[in-house]
């Protein structure tokens, strides 16, 4: 069984960048979220996407940051203009999404984004 | 608003105690609640949930859970701790909502 899958693992830009990361969810999902996760916090909602679907994004999704999933499978998420407060660990996570109360989230191993 | 507390950023137990992990909630209604574990450069794992029905939730590596409303707490056990069990984890509630909210944490080492 293949789990969440993101690349890439490590990405280090500087200030000023567009840096896209990518998602693959696990196959048959209909959910997939992103969080991001900054040193000593636990992750924050940024958005989540039913199929192709973007349903809802959080305060924190600023109009640098864009999500897609076109096709209901992969997800990318792009930075334009990157800020030194953009570094984190960005997290995907994917669901079955069909039953609220018995829906789990599977997390990727993140994609841990330096801005110098 | 609905808002997690972890009390204790960083806790050491020696191998074989009590491992006791605190979270506590703050929702006008019951959340869904959740621990997640992290290990180093990873993603998170579930290790268990709570939605409805009996308060006292087991989940993997023997962890378990138990909910109290009258408390808002949904703290995290396990009776005797192994040297795998150093991660950081993670309490999350959501409230009828695909959205998660995560408390800040709790590192937890494990002394040989």
């Known amino acids: 069984d293949t789990g969440v899958s993101q690349d890439p693992r490590h990405k280090i830009t500087k200030r000023g960048q567009n840096v896209t990361f990518r998602c693959d969810p696990i196959s048959e999902h209909n959910r997939l979220y992103w969080y991001r996760q900054t040193l000593g916090q636990g992750p924050e909602f940024l958005t989540y996407f039913q199929n192709e679907a973007q349903l809802e994004k959080s305060r924190l999704l600023s109009d640098r940051f864009s999500a897609e999933r076109p096709k209901g499978s992969f997800s990318t998420l792009e930075i334009q203009r990157t800020e030194q407060g953009d570094s984190a660990m960005y997290l995907c996570?994917?669901?079955?999404?069909?039953?609220?109360?018995?829906?789990?989230?599977?997390f990727g191993p993140g994609t841990r984004l330096t801005v110098l | 608003a609905q808002s997690v507390t972890q009390l204790g950023s960083h806790v050491s137990v020696s191998e074989g105690a009590l491992v006791l992990l605190r979270c506590n909630y703050s929702?006008?209604?019951?959340?869904?609640l959740f621990w997640y574990v992290q290990y180093p450069n990873q993603g998170l794992q579930l290790l268990l949930k709570?939605?409805?029905?009996?308060?006292l939730v087991k989940g993997i590596n023997g962890f378990e859970a138990e909910f109290k409303k009258s408390e808002t707490s949904f703290h995290l056990t396990k009776p005797s701790a192994h040297m795998s069990d150093a991660a950081e984890y993670f309490c999350?509630?959501?409230?009828?909502?695909?959205?998660?909210?995560f408390g800040k944490g709790t590192k937890l080492s494990v002394i040989p």
């Open positions: 996570a994917s669901s079955v999404g069909l039953d609220l109360s018995t829906d789990t989230q599977y």
């Open positions: 929702s006008s209604v019951p959340p869904y």
């Open positions: 999350a509630v959501n409230l009828r909502s695909y959205q998660l909210t």
């Open positions: 709570y939605t409805t029905g009996a308060t």
